[in-house]
C-alpha cells in the first residue's frame, strides 16, 4: 500500500493564482456596476404586447413570466387594478396596464396572457398583465425615435423602431411605482 496521495490537478502557483482572482474580482465587480446602472445585458429587453402595443421591458425590473393565474377581484379598487392572484405562494396585485392609461384592453386569448412580475428590488409585490410575450429584443438593433411634447408619462416616454419598422414604448418600471396615481389603487 503506497502512502503517496492520490494524484491532484495542478493548481497555479501564489502569484499566478493571486493574479488569476484579481481578475476574476475585477469582472465580477465590473458586472454588479452594470447592473445597478441598468446596463446589463447587453441593452436586452422583454418584448411584450399591452393594450395592443409593442411595449418593452427591461429585464433587471422584471422577476418572472407566469401563465394567468385566477384573479380575485379587490372590493372599491381602480378598474385597472385587476386584483390579486396567488403567485407561488405570495400574493400579487395584478394591473392592467392599458386600462391604467385609459385604453382598452387587447384582445388576445386567454392562453396567450401572461403576468409579468416585478422585480424584489423595485419593493412593489405586483405584476403586469400582458397579453402576449414576444421575446427578447435588443435596443442596440433599435433606433430611438425622438420623444414628441405628448410623449406621455415619463415612465413610458422612451420610444424605439425595429429593423421592421415596429415601433415599440420602453416602459420603466422603477418610474411607474413611484408615480403617486399607481400607488392609490382604491377608489
Not at 441598468?38 to 418584448?47: D, F, M, W, Y
Request: glycine share 10%; proline share 5%; charged share 20%.
Amino acid at each position: 500500500m503506497s502512502s503517496q496521495a492520490p494524484d491532484t490537478p495542478s493548481t497555479p502557483a501564489g502569484p499566478e493564482r493571486r493574479s488569476r482572482l484579481r481578475q476574476y474580482q475585477v469582472q465580477l465587480l465590473e458586472r454588479m456596476q452594470a447592473a445597478k446602472t441598468g446596463a446589463a445585458a447587453g441593452g436586452r429587453e422583454l418584448g411584450v404586447m399591452i393594450g395592443g402595443h409593442h411595449c418593452l421591458l427591461d429585464l433587471t425590473q422584471i422577476s418572472e413570466i407566469v401563465p394567468l393565474q385566477p384573479v380575485t377581484p379587490v372590493p372599491l379598487a381602480q378598474d385597472w387594478y385587476q386584483g390579486l392572484a396567488n403567485i407561488r405562494g405570495n400574493l400579487t396585485g395584478v394591473i392592467d396596464l392599458a386600462r391604467y392609461q385609459g385604453q382598452a384592453a387587447g384582445d388576445a386569448a386567454a392562453s396567450e396572457r401572461r403576468l409579468i412580475t416585478f422585480a424584489p428590488s423595485l419593493g412593489f409585490n405586483c405584476a403586469l398583465l400582458a397579453e402576449r410575450v414576444l421575446g427578447l429584443r435588443k435596443l442596440a438593433d433599435m433606433q430611438a425615435v425622438e420623444a414628441s411634447a405628448d410623449a406621455g408619462p415619463e415612465w413610458s416616454s422612451q420610444h424605439f423602431t425595429d429593423g421592421e419598422g415596429q415601433q415599440w414604448t420602453r416602459i420603466d418600471l422603477a418610474q411607474l411605482v413611484r408615480e403617486s396615481r399607481f400607488l392609490q389603487v382604491g377608489l
